[in-house]
């Protein structure tokens, strides 16, 4: 048998799926219940003794259901002499609060990597932190991928005319600056007020996008409140088209609406959270490949940095 397992939660079961199709191997067995009164019960179905274990456990929405179940998971094969115990977590709930950015409110993004460290985890494997720094919340390994990986060659496939990246506000500028380095592309900047948590107001446009093909980056949406503005500016502004590219389609409350009567073209987003509906205006990229690339190079000690190099 293989030297290490893959066990999937019950968060993104077709994401682990295509993992372990990439990987040529089978998903290891666990049964996974509730109690009636919802608190979770894991089994852990074959023998771990010894072995590198890999869980795919996105802590994507209802969060708290699943960041408990990659807990009591984690705990369960801790418990049974796994030899390591790899989080491979697409998508890091509770990351947007990274920091204390007003009196007398939590760092959630510090509290998830301390929970996950003392239930036993030894490695993480994540996409597209909402901010890179979350990386030394940690004092074990965290592998932070780049999602950039999965819409270069997408965005290179649409052969735009004239093509600019932008970023959907003044957070996001390095982000978009890789993009734009990697596509040898100029760079644009939506630059906006946000009001209050969820919301956002239009302020200005920072460069020229007058019959350019609009490519706008950001590592999540939301409510899609700031990418469908920041869209319809453009447009307004005289943009041919307005493209997105985000990592995590989180897509909450009217995220969905928005995007469909709103004045983005087309949504492209990476299959790190499963979606709840379906949309002629979204296209879904699997992160499968890249994912169980990585898998495999850190259970056989290889470069992880080196897969990003080379095809990037």
């Known amino acids: 048998m293989s030297g290490y397992m893959i066990f999937s939660g019950t968060s993104n079961p077709e994401l ?3 993992i372990a199709t990439y990987l040529n191997m089978p998903l290891s067995e666990a049964s996974i219940k509730r109690f009636s009164d919802g608190e979770i019960s894991i089994q852990i179905s074959q023998s771990v003794r010894g072995k590198d274990v890999f869980i795919i456990q996105p802590t994507s929405a209802p969060a ?3 960041l408990m179940e990659l807990l009591i998971m984690v705990d369960a094969l801790k418990r049974s002499s796994a030899s390591s115990i790899t989080a491979v977590v697409p998508y890091y709930g509770y990351a947007r609060q990274d920091r204390k950015a007003a ?3 939590p760092i959630t993004a510090k509290l998830v990597a301390n929970l996950m460290e003392s239930a036993g985890i030894t490695r993480m494997v994540t996409v597209d932190l909402h901010a890179s720094q979350i990386q030394g919340f940690f004092d074990i390994p965290v592998d932070n991928l780049y999602g950039a990986i999965l819409f270069i060659d997408y965005i290179k496939a649409k052969k735009f005319k004239n093509p600019v990246i932008a970023s959907p506000d003044i957070g996001g500028v390095a982000r978009a600056r890789y993009f734009a380095k990697k596509l040898d592309l100029d760079i644009v900047i939506v630059d906006k007020r946000r009001e209050k948590a969820n919301e956002s107001e ?8 007058k019959g350019k093909d609009i490519i706008l980056i950001d590592d999540m949406i939301d409510t899609a409140g700031t990418i469908v503005k920041s869209a319809d500016a453009l447009k307004k502004l005289g943009a041919t088209s307005v493209m997105a590219c985000c990592t995590h389609p989180v897509l909450s409350g009217p995220a969905y609406d928005r995007i469909e009567e ?6 492209v987003v990476a299959n790190t959270i499963p979606m709840t509906r379906q ?3 979204i296209k879904m990229l699997s992160t499968a490949p890249m994912l169980g690339e990585v898998i495999r190079r850190v259970h056989n000690n290889e470069s992880v940095n080196s897969l ?5």
């Open 103 to 105: 009196p007398r409110v």
């Open 16 to 18: 682990s799926k295509e």
């Open 64 to 66: 708290n259901a699943n």
């Open 202 to 209: 239009i302020m200005n446009i920072i460069g020229d996008v």
């Open 279 to 281: 949309s002629k205006k």
């Open 308 to 312: 990003f190099e080379t095809n990037t």
């Open 262 to 267: 709103g004045a983005l073209d087309e949504l």
